[in-house]
């Protein structure tokens, strides 16, 4: 969420910013100017009614102790068109602050000056590209090859839950779990500290890292007890440090945590979201970071070093895309994609976006940090990113690896797999 002072100090900075991300903003910034002027009115007669309760509350007690008791109860008397004045003013300053918060959290957040013009993924911008394009004999596409070796049932899936909800088996189970064991060491050696979080959230952890009311749509609510099926661990994660003060002493702050994600992905469909491409339920590794303002973007920077050096360390072609405008989140000040190349789909699939927010999120949560020998607080800056998301991690590595003796495991997998290829 924007800062009111933002908005206010630099209004047409925003305007224009957020126009890089499509969003045509001015009306309802004129709009949150226009309620913040009632608020600041109200607030001022609310508390020039409070002065003179205070005021003539002290009378009374002083025309009591000196037992003037008929001019004490006449003083009281005037207290009562105060307070009905007082009540007034307090209910218009608590509706119009509900109003101007409800305009407030429509705004996106501010995209940064490098983050460049356009309107959807056809104009993100290669970065850089790494790895070396696999020269197959063999080119099954994963779904073909997860039947051939019966790795990933998704009919199983469908039986038990629906479309979107695969069953792994087998050496399949066990290369998912290698994966998963692997994104978390390599996680714990760059300085990270693992969490296991919960998979449902309430309301306000959604609301704190921006997924209500922008995504409320692609999210499983459980309506009996209204909570949330996390789309993702940055949810959980970064709502440990909601409405907290943080110290100068308590940084740098790095989590990692491996969760199920649920995405109801409605009007998802065709060949670009077969097999695992695109699900309903899968998993991921997520790194966050919580970080000083001055320093969120080398943080940013050292965080895409680490998820491209587990693309290296697995052998997988992939490139870093920094996202424009159009497609960045609503949430995101700077986002950048990274994709690795599907050798039988002949396609580029996402695995991991990695973002710095700046203070939209810590706005929302109430996360500050103390400067060192500072009494003021300081809204702090949140990061995150997959390292990394599964699915299409293993559609690659099917894809890319398969020979005609088997599906070769990576060298980096082998010790937690237990084997060096998947045969039939």
Same mark, same amino acid.
């Given at each position: 969420?924007?800062?009111?002072?933002?908005?206010?100090?630099?209004?047409?900075?925003?305007?224009?910013?957020?126009?890089?991300?499509?969003?045509?903003?001015?009306?309802?910034?004129?709009?949150?100017?226009?309620?913040?002027?009632?608020?600041?009115?109200?607030?001022?007669?609310?508390?020039?009614?409070?002065?003179?309760?205070?005021?003539?509350?002290?009378?009374?007690?002083?025309?009591?102790?000196?037992?003037?008791?008929?001019?004490?109860?006449?003083?009281?008397?005037?207290?009562?068109?105060?307070?009905?004045?007082?009540?007034?003013?307090?209910?218009?300053?608590?509706?119009?602050?509900?109003?101007?918060?409800?305009?407030?959290?429509?705004?996106?957040?501010?995209?940064?000056?490098?983050?460049?013009?356009?309107?959807?993924?056809?104009?993100?911008?290669?970065?850089?590209?790494? @790895?070396?394009? =696999? /020269?197959?004999?063999?080119?099954?596409? !994963?779904?073909? $090859?997860?039947?051939? &070796?019966? *790795?990933?049932?998704?009919?199983?899936?469908?039986?038990?839950?629906?479309?979107?909800?695969?069953?792994?088996?087998?050496?399949?189970?066990?290369?998912?779990?290698?994966?998963?064991?692997?994104?978390?060491?390599?996680?714990?050696?760059?300085?990270?500290?693992?969490?296991?979080?919960?998979?449902?959230?309430?309301?306000?952890?959604?609301?704190?890292? @921006?997924?209500? =009311? /922008?995504?409320?749509?692609?999210?499983? !609510?459980?309506? $009996?007890?209204?909570? &949330?099926? *996390?789309?993702?661990?940055?949810?959980?994660?970064?709502?440990?440090?909601?409405?907290?003060?943080?110290?100068?002493?308590?940084?740098?702050?790095?989590?990692?945590?491996?969760?199920?994600?649920?995405?109801?992905?409605?009007?998802?469909?065709?060949?670009?979201?077969?097999?695992?491409?695109?699900?309903?339920?899968?998993?991921?590794?997520?790194?966050?970071?919580?970080?000083?303002?001055?320093?969120?973007?080398?943080?940013?920077?050292?965080?895409?070093?680490?998820?491209?050096?587990?693309?290296?360390?697995?052998?997988?072609?992939?490139?870093?895309?920094?996202?424009?405008?159009?497609?960045?989140?609503?949430?995101?000040?700077?986002?950048?994609?990274?994709?690795?190349?599907?050798?039988?789909?002949?396609?580029?699939?996402?695995?991991?976006?990695?973002?710095?927010?700046?203070?939209?999120?810590?706005?929302?949560?109430?996360?500050?940090?103390?400067?060192?020998?500072?009494?003021?607080?300081?809204?702090?800056?949140?990061?995150?990113?997959?390292?990394?998301?599964?699915?299409?991690?293993?559609?690659?590595?099917?894809?890319?690896?398969?020979?005609?003796?088997?599906?070769?495991?990576?060298?980096?997998?082998?010790?937690?797999?237990?084997?060096?290829?998947?045969?039939?």
């Amino acid at each position: 969420m924007l800062t009111l002072r933002l908005i206010r100090e630099e209004k047409d900075r925003v305007i224009k910013q957020l126009r890089v991300k499509n969003f045509e903003a001015e009306e309802l910034i004129e709009k949150i100017i226009e309620l913040d002027d009632k608020r600041k009115d109200y607030q001022f007669n609310k508390d020039n009614l409070q002065s003179q309760l205070n005021d003539i509350s002290k009378e009374i007690g002083i025309l009591y102790a000196q037992k003037k008791k008929d001019e004490a109860e006449q003083a009281k008397g005037k207290t009562v068109g105060i307070k009905e004045e007082l009540q007034k003013f307090e209910d218009l300053l608590s509706s119009v602050e509900k109003e101007m918060d409800s305009i407030i959290v429509l705004l996106p957040n501010i995209p940064h000056e490098s983050v460049p013009a356009g309107k959807t993924a056809e104009d993100n911008i290669i970065v850089k590209e790494g @790895g070396k394009m =696999p /020269d197959l004999t063999v080119k099954k596409p !994963h779904w073909d $090859l997860i039947k051939e &070796y019966d *790795i990933i049932d998704f009919e199983l899936g469908t039986k038990i839950t629906g479309a979107g909800f695969p069953v792994y088996k087998g050496k399949g189970a066990k290369l998912q779990r290698a994966l998963i064991n692997f994104f978390l060491d390599q996680a714990e050696k760059a300085g990270y500290t693992e969490i296991q979080p919960p998979l449902l959230v309430n309301e306000d952890s959604g609301f704190g890292t @921006g997924q209500l =009311p /922008d995504k409320e749509g692609q999210m499983y !609510h459980i309506t $009996l007890d209204n909570f &949330y099926l *996390i789309p993702t661990a940055e949810v959980p994660v970064t709502n440990i440090y909601r409405n907290v003060i943080l110290e100068e002493k308590d940084f740098p702050i790095k989590n990692v945590a491996y969760s199920a994600c649920f995405r109801r992905e409605a009007g998802s469909w065709g060949a670009h979201v077969r097999g695992l491409n695109r699900l309903h339920q899968f998993d991921k590794v997520e790194i966050v970071q919580i970080a000083k303002p001055e320093n969120s973007y080398a943080v940013l920077e050292e965080m895409k070093n680490h998820i491209e050096s587990l693309l290296i360390k697995l052998n997988l072609p992939y490139r870093i895309l920094k996202l424009c405008g159009g497609d960045i989140s609503f949430t995101s000040a700077l986002t950048f994609d990274f994709e690795v190349f599907s050798a039988a789909q002949e396609r580029w699939l996402e695995v991991s976006s990695v973002s710095n927010f700046e203070d939209f999120q810590a706005n929302r949560l109430k996360l500050r940090y103390r400067p060192e020998n500072e009494k003021k607080t300081r809204l702090a800056h949140s990061l995150n990113g997959s390292a990394l998301a599964l699915p299409r991690i293993m559609a690659a590595l099917l894809e890319n690896n398969q020979t005609e003796k088997g599906i070769v495991v990576p060298e980096v997998l082998r010790h937690f797999t237990g084997f060096d290829i998947i045969t039939k």
